[in-house]
């Protein structure tokens, strides 16, 4: 009985996605899937969602660099809900933008066992952060948020500091590469002293000055590894 399944970097692409769902469908016992690396692109995305509900057991979906885009992400987003035992989901690097982020956020507070999230690399930015912002406090068993490299601003920054404190259970938050300055990194701080899990926080690539690392380190607790 197939409980784990790894295609990583097949180059399947979207001609090969319609074969590998028949397969699925069959693999009901399935817990982890790893697609990634396999430029499914919008056209393959579509025959992977429309199998994904059948498989129930899944606990972990990494479909990261297939160039899925907006349309990919927003099939994906009508049948994630279904997913309630997904505990890991990686789309990182799949081009959604801002608006694949508004319709994965409406998905997401389904996923009430997610302790994993990678979203890095979408160019999502503080619109993209806006919507996921507003998803992320039903996302209580969370324990690892990677939105590095998404254009992410000042704005954004403001409003995942607002909804960051609902997750208590957080641990590990990369926001490497993003556009996050001096102003951003003053909302983040603000919202430290209740991030009391916290021990991973990645801020490299932030344009963020001294006075902004300053306000950073003066919140943060002693376990907590701040990378800037």
Request: charge should be neutral; charged fraction near 15%; glycine fraction near 8%.
């Amino acid at each position: 009985m197939l409980t784990i399944l790894n295609l990583e970097s097949n180059y399947l692409s979207h001609k090969g996605a319609p074969a590998l769902a028949e397969v699925l469908r069959r693999l009901t016992a399935l817990k982890v899937l790893n697609l990634a690396g396999n430029y499914l692109s919008h056209k393959g995305a579509p025959a992977l969602a429309g199998v994904l509900p059948s498989l129930t057991a899944l606990t972990t979906l990494n479909l990261a660099f297939n160039e899925i885009g907006v349309a990919g992400a927003r099939v994906l987003a009508e049948v994630l809900p279904r997913l309630t035992a997904l505990t890991t989901l990686n789309l990182a690097f799949n081009e959604i933008g801002d608006t694949g982020a508004r319709d994965l956020a409406v998905a997401l507070p389904h996923l009430m066992a997610l302790t994993t999230l990678n979203l890095a690399g979408n160019e999502i930015g503080d619109a993209g952060a806006r919507d996921l912002a507003a998803s992320l406090p039903r996302l209580t068993a969370l324990t690892t948020l990677n939105l590095a490299y998404n254009r992410i601003g000042a704005a954004g920054a403001r409003d995942l500091a607002a909804a960051l404190p609902h997750l208590t259970a957080l641990t590990t938050l990369e926001l490497a590469r993003n556009e996050i300055g001096d102003a951003g990194a003053r909302e983040l701080a603000a919202a430290l002293p209740r991030l009391t899990a916290l021990t991973t926080l990645d801020l490299t690539g932030n344009g963020i000055s001294a006075a902004g690392e300053a306000a950073l380190r003066a919140a943060s607790n002693p376990r907590l590894t701040l990378s800037i």
